[in-house]
C-alpha cells in the first residue's frame, strides 16, 4: 500500500472514531440531561441496559483527547487556532441565550449575559472547552517535554500516570478527588490522555491482526 493510501485510510479511521465519538456524547447527554437514567428503577432490564450504555460512552471524551493528542503532539502552535475556538464558543453561548431570550423560555438579564454566556471559557461554563484551550496553550510545552523522553522514559510516564490517575482512583474512589482526576473531566486527565496519543503517534503500537 503507497503511504498516500495510507495516509487516507488511517484519516478515514479517525474521522470514523470522531463520528462515533460524537454520537456516544449525545447518547450521554440524552441519558443524563434528557432524565432517561433519573427515571429508571433499580434492578430491572430497563435500569441496566441503559447503564450499560452509559458505561460503554462514557470514553467518548477520552477519544476526542487522544485525537487531538495525536495531531497536536506533531504540529506547531498557532494563536489563531485559540481565538477561532473562542470565538466559535463564544458565538453558540450568546447565540443559543439570546435564542432563548426571544423564545421567552429564559429572561434576558445583562447581567446573566456578561457574568454566564460572554466567556463562557473564563467561567467554565462549557468545561470540554475551557480544559481543552488549556490543553491547546500547553501542547507546544508537552510536545518539547514528551520529545526529550525516549521511548522506554515514555512508557513508564504513561505507567506511572496511569496508576496514579486511573488505577488506584478506580480501586480508591475517594483518591480521584485529591488528585484533581474529577472523574476525567480536569485538565490533569487530559494531560494523561495526551501523553499516551503522543506516544501512539511517535512509537505506534503493534496489534497482531488475527482476523
Not at 462515533?20 to 435500569?47: C, K, P, W
Not at 505507567?159 to 482526576?181: D, K, Q, R, T, Y
Not at 499516551?196 to 503493534?206: E, F, N, T
Amino acid at each position: 500500500m503507497s503511504n498516500t493510501a495510507l495516509k487516507n485510510t488511517r484519516n478515514t479511521n479517525i474521522e470514523l472514531l470522531r463520528v462515533i465519538s460524537m454520537l456516544m456524547i449525545v447518547t450521554l447527554h440524552y441519558m443524563y440531561q434528557g432524565g432517561v437514567l433519573e427515571a429508571l428503577h433499580f434492578g430491572d432490564v430497563n435500569f441496566a441496559l441503559s447503564w450499560l450504555i452509559e458505561s460503554f460512552c462514557y470514553v467518548s471524551v477520552n477519544c476526542y483527547v487522544l485525537i487531538s493528542g495525536y495531531f497536536l503532539c506533531k504540529s506547531s502552535f498557532k494563536l489563531r487556532k485559540v481565538i477561532d475556538i473562542i470565538v466559535e464558543v463564544v458565538f453558540y453561548s450568546v447565540g443559543i441565550y439570546l435564542l432563548f431570550c426571544a423564545l421567552g423560555v429564559e429572561a434576558f438579564s445583562i447581567t446573566g449575559l456578561v457574568t454566564g454566556y460572554l466567556f463562557p471559557i473564563i467561567h467554565g461554563e462549557y468545561w470540554f472547552a475551557t480544559v481543552y484551550v488549556v490543553l491547546y496553550l500547553l501542547s507546544p510545552y508537552l510536545n518539547k517535554w514528551l520529545q526529550a523522553l525516549d521511548k522506554k522514559e515514555h512508557q513508564k510516564l504513561i505507567a506511572l500516570m496511569a496508576l496514579v490517575f486511573s488505577i488506584i482512583p478506580s480501586v480508591f474512589f475517594f483518591a480521584g478527588e485529591n488528585l484533581g482526576v474529577s472523574s476525567g473531566y480536569s485538565l490533569i486527565w487530559f494531560i494523561f490522555i495526551y501523553i499516551v496519543s503522543a506516544y501512539i503517534r511517535l512509537y505506534g503500537i503493534k496489534i497482531k491482526n488475527i482476523y
